[in-house]
């Protein structure tokens, strides 16, 4: 039987007193702190467009936003529009984050712009590319890839916004596969720091468990990632049918994606209001981390999700070489001038960067192709610069019952 807790009649009532009389948390961030790299008179805030508002804005209108719509987000290969993409759950994040952040008295503007960009870095087949991507850049140049840094990458030197501080280091620091009990923010005092904190990640990529957001807003974006991916992930693992009739115990915070969220989001609330720290209590926490397990021994880690993995690995290594390659050898005929380079090398763009996209490093030149890639132009890609190729990755129409491979 379905169980939804509520949130006790104490909690409600101090919540409605401070929503009556008009207060805010006494840890919500002020806007007035909030601190740009480059101080342009263009991105000063307005009283129609306040500071985080212009970051959420400058996110959506990204042209690796709309990406995400057609890359994975456990689930590759699959024809089926009702299976989460990378979109949908940044929504999904966004909306949950934003829940929390309002209930709590928080600055929910900067919390949509942390959730908004905190996935934009993610490569084409969810972690399965991500993984293989990291593992080739660092063959090649001894530095880590991971979508997080991706993300500040794409939002901060790709594509030149101008965006907090505030909101770059909650996207850093979002790390969903990382549960804590308690959630309390390090204050972060400048750019240099939050630059020399990237570089050490990239160098080291278990620097990054060690990544604290700066605001109580981050920490919320935080929590809201595994509370929004750790039922949805459950109700994909149904709708494809990849594992059969799936099952899962209730670890105490119920066995699917409404039980979940509501009982999380409501455990979260009963003993975060009015702190300067998020906090689940010993018994949700508990079975917060049991739940995440068996979606890692049931779902991730299954045969039927890891089936293409081995093509995918392979696909992505000649795509790697060739592209690599093709800048070697300055083949301007190469994709990866024509379709990457050249979009991003305009004026505009080059105007706004510490330096001109094409000084920089090859490898990484290639890392960021294919990060930004889709699924399918992936797929596309690869057979249209290796047309005679036995490597082939099968998709699961909507009436088909075979697996991906």
Same mark, same amino acid.
């Given at each position: ?29 002020? &806007? ?9 008179? #263009? ?28 890359? $994975? ?19 999904? !994040?966004? %909306?949950?984050? =934003? ?8 600055? $929910? ?30 063959? #090649?140049?001894?530095? #880590?890839?991971? #979508?997080?840094?991706? /993300? ?23 790390? +969903? ?10 204050? @972060?005092? /400048? ?5 020399? =904190? ?13 990544? !604290? ?7 919320? !974006? ?7 991916? @750790? +039922?949805?992930?459950?109700? &994909? ?28 989001? !409501? ?20 079975? @917060? =981390?049991?739940?995440? %397990?068996?979606? *890692? ?24 070489? =060739? ?5 070697? $050898? ?38 960021? *192709? ?27 129409? *909507? ?5 991906? /491979?």
């Amino acid at each position: 039987m379905a169980h939804y807790e509520t949130l006790s009649e104490t909690i409600c009532a101090r919540m409605e007193r401070a929503r009556r009389e008009k207060r805010n948390s006494p840890y919500a961030f002020d &806007d007035a702190k909030a601190l740009r790299r480059d101080p342009n008179p #263009h991105d000063e805030a307005t009283v129609w467009r306040p500071v985080f508002i212009r970051d959420a804005d400058k996110i959506l209108n990204c042209p690796y936003y709309s990406r995400c719509a057609d890359k $994975t987000q456990v689930f590759s290969l699959y024809k089926n529009d009702d299976i989460t993409r990378r979109s949908l759950h940044i929504q999904l !994040v966004s %909306r949950t984050a =934003r829940t929390v952040g309002r209930a709590l008295g928080l600055n $929910t503007e900067l919390i949509e712009a942390i959730a908004l960009g905190h996935d934009i870095g993610h490569t084409p087949f969810g972690h399965t590319g991500e993984r293989f991507l990291d593992m080739l850049l660092f063959a #090649h140049t001894g530095k #880590h890839f991971a #979508h997080n840094l991706q /993300s500040v990458r794409v939002l901060d030197e790709i594509f030149p916004l101008n965006l907090t501080l505030q909101t770059l280091n909650g996207i850093a620091c979002h790390n +969903g596969e990382l549960e804590l009990d308690e959630y309390r923010p390090a204050p @972060l005092a /400048s750019f240099d720091v939050f630059d020399a =904190r990237m570089q050490a990640c990239r160098e080291d990529l278990n620097v990054i468990a060690t990544l !604290v957001p700066d605001t109580l807003e981050g920490c919320v !974006v935080r929590i809201a990632d595994i509370i929004a991916y @750790l +039922g949805k992930d459950r109700h &994909d693992a149904e709708k494809s049918k990849a594992l059969g009739d799936v099952a899962f115990a209730d670890m105490g915070i119920g066995t699917i994606n409404a039980e979940i969220v509501n009982n999380l989001i !409501v455990n979260l609330l009963e003993n975060s209001f009015s702190e300067p720290y998020l906090k689940l209590d010993k018994a949700h926490f508990t079975a @917060l =981390r049991a739940a995440k %397990r068996d979606n *890692y021994a049931v779902i991730y880690r299954s045969d039927a999700v890891q089936t293409a993995d081995k093509t995918i690995a392979a696909m992505m290594e000649q795509l790697y070489d =060739r592209l690599l390659n093709d800048l070697r $050898t300055g083949n301007t005929s190469s994709p990866v001038y024509r379709q990457h380079i050249g979009y991003l090398d305009k004026p505009y763009y080059n105007k706004h960067r510490r330096m001109p996209y094409p000084e920089t490093e090859k490898d990484v030149i290639v890392a960021d *192709y294919i990060a930004s890639m889709t699924d399918d132009y992936f797929v596309d890609l690869y057979s249209y610069l290796f047309p005679k190729s036995t490597l082939k990755l099968q998709y699961v129409g *909507y009436f088909d019952g075979r697996n991906p /491979s």
